[in-house]
């Protein structure tokens, strides 16, 4: 039986008091090629949104996916917001679906976070 979170972090009820919390330093973008004339996998890019960075607003990892034309469509992660800073859960893993083809990739972002991982691909 799948267990409920039960608000096991301080969580955040709405983006305003999300916005009180600590700053990202990197995030995570999916970039598709659809409609562009390229043929190539979609990819997973990771940003340097740090300002005290050297590689402020930089691209500073890609992470192609395995098959073509999968259409990477919004993300999520393993483990809700409202256990953010909770130490036995983890946000290591990102989900990442395929709008055309259906896949579902799970990204492994805690082991490198700058430099994530392809963990699994769901067909």
Not at 3 to 20: D, H, N, Q, R, V
Not at 73 to 79: D, F, I, L, Q
């Amino acid at each position: 039986m799948a267990t409920k979170c039960t608000k096991c972090g301080p969580g955040y009820s709405t983006p305003l008091e999300a916005m009180k919390g600590p700053r990202e330093e990197i995030v995570y973008l999916p970039c598709i090629y659809r409609n562009t004339g390229t043929e190539a996998p979609d990819y997973l890019a990771t940003v340097d949104v740090d300002p005290k960075s050297p590689q402020y607003s930089q691209v500073i990892h890609r992470l192609p996916m395995p098959y073509l034309k999968d259409e990477l469509h919004h993300s999520g992660w393993n483990t809700c917001s409202s256990c953010f800073g909770d130490s036995t859960k983890s946000r290591n893993k990102l989900i990442l679906p395929g709008l055309i083809s259906s896949r579902i990739y799970v990204v492994d972002v805690g082991s490198e976070p700058r430099a994530p991982k392809l963990h699994k691909a769901c067909h």
